[in-house]
């Protein structure tokens, strides 16, 4: 037994031996290797559509002489006690926490230096890999030999996020309007608790985590001996104010358009996967700054006295260009972006495309099929009883126009049943929605879940009659030296037919269109007022969402409010939705003309009876022009087209 100690014993020093030259030789190694460049490195430089920088100033850095003591004692209290006494690594605290994590059975302690942080921040994202944490230790080392601890430390605070504030100057600006010399310890402490979590410690979204973590900290630069006990009961009592906002042009929305460029970014294959090769990059987005101002405009409008959460999208379907998007109310406040992230039901608005294929089929404008409460039976026994929303049923056969203006439930089911139920399924995986869709009666009513940018590619092939297009925010990437290292390439599909996709289009439209007013309304008629140019609409409700996609040549705009919860919505919240969606589009095509597309050939307008279908006669009190495609319009042997004319402008005086 005394051998194998002694032998066990001997082991362990030759080993730590061992490891120390080949700590010493690494060490020396990285001495000797080119500098790192710390001050461009990390550095994200965006440009809107017009080519305007929008993030990124050079003016963000700020020498660590310029930050308050406050802030920086807080910071290694919590973050890396021993910065200044090792040289990368803390062996003991790795140690440490290694044998806490092995005590409690999971990982809830870590052992991250300032430096080994400051070097994950060169990377655009945090792979696991072990070739990565190779790579982290080795550039760790590279930082430790070749920069004073002085310079590690400024350049980890100027590029650490804050809760979607970037470095120690642009988050002392956004949460208390201070350079970050004046930052006071109350002030200090609570900044520097945000970074270990930031959607947990934010001052603004979780307060009550924020003074927690504060406490913490505050007791951590007491053991550390940076302040006395009195003085941090002092900072701890005192009351703070968080602003919110860098300056008064600020977007709260800003950072969940950055945040859906960077997740684009870390997807393209011939960017580098750290910034050391790059010294930064130059990124040329599709943002259109006047249209995010006018999206947060009408969320803070509409939105700002409610606890519904959003997510918006502003398209140009032409080429697939992201223009503006919200993942949220304000990005401070909930760092979740459910543009990137969430998926909900997405009820009605699904059944654009049923009655795409419906059209592809036989179907027209004026096919009926009776609307009335109904008890759907299959095999096994099995039933389905779709509601019309409010209960509210025709009990009489309705044209397809009239099913989609009302979005009538029993309608779609009976269209998706007829047609079979994989139909539907094969269509959206057509038009890019790769969602997993299951060919269920429910389908055609939007129970799945999908993601709000699936639905916009599927949307868009509508909005440019019929060709697929990639939603994207990145036009071109370059590094610091303006090399090109990426550039978007147009790939347009056509994928639907034209002159079918004009009819659906013109159908859309009549959600609006107060000559449906029958035994309900359509759907968007609250908002009709409001309207002045011609667009394709569809909305969607369930019992936790609600929905509108619309759009003409010119723009794409979808949009969702919900409850992060799934608490149940009211009808009052898809009020609040119609507003929304219409504040945008007609604010961001204030100054633009009104662009509907062009008739295709094959394509003609009959003056018809709304709800039934028919061909409008003199006894019309309602008629409107519906869409066929030439040869399937209805015809009526008692009345031409000429008198059906005529009998609809008398009636319309």
Known sequence: MKKFLRFLLGFMIISLIIMLIAYIAIYFTASLSDDLNINSANSFYLYDKNNQLYSGQDDDWVKLSDISDNLINATLAIEDKNFYRHIGFDYLRIIKAFITNMQNGKTSQGASTISQQYVKNLYLDFNKTWERKIDEAWLTMKLETHYSKDQILEGYLNTINYGGIYGIKNASSYYFNKEPKDLSLAEASILAGIPKSPSNYSPISNPKNAKKRQKLILNAMVNNNYISEDEKNKAYKEELTYVGSINDDSLNTLMYYQEAVIDELKNIDSIPASFISTGGLKIYTTLDMNAQKIMEKSINKNLSDSNLQTSIVLMNPKN??????????????????????????????????????ALENGFTASTTFNSTKTTFMFSNNKTYNPENYGNVYPNKPISLAAALAYSDNIYAVKTHIFLGEDNLVDFAKRIGIADNLESVPSLALGTNEINIINM??????????????????????EDINGNVIYKYKEDKNRILNESTVYVLNELLTNCYNNKFIDYTYPTCSSIAGKITKKYAIKTGTTDT??????????????????????????????????????????????????????????????????ITGKLATKDTEKATLLYYIKGTQPTNNEINLEESVTAWKSNDE
Not at 326 to 340: C, E, P
Not at 563 to 592: A, C, F, H, Q, R
């Open 320 to 357: 697939g260009e992201i223009l503006a998007l919200a993942g949220g109310k304000d990005y401070s406040k909930s760092q979740f972006n459910r543009v990137l992230s969430s998926k909900r039901q997405v009820g009605s608005t699904m059944k654009p495309f049923l009655y795409y294929t």
């Open 456 to 477: 916009m590619r599927g949307y868009a092939t509508f909005a440019n009659l019929g060709y697929e297009v990639k939603p994207h925010y990145i036009t071109k990437v």
């Open 545 to 610: 969402d609600a929905w509108i996609f619309g759009f003409n040549s010119d723009a794409l705009l979808g949009t969702w409010v919900g409850y992060d919860d799934n608490s149940p919505t009211k009808s009052s919240d898809s009020t609040l939705l119609k507003n929304l969606w219409v504040d945008i589009m007609e604010g961001y095509l204030k100054d633009k003309e009104d662009n509907w597309y062009d008739l295709p050939n094959n394509v003609i307008s009959v003056l018809a009876d709304p």
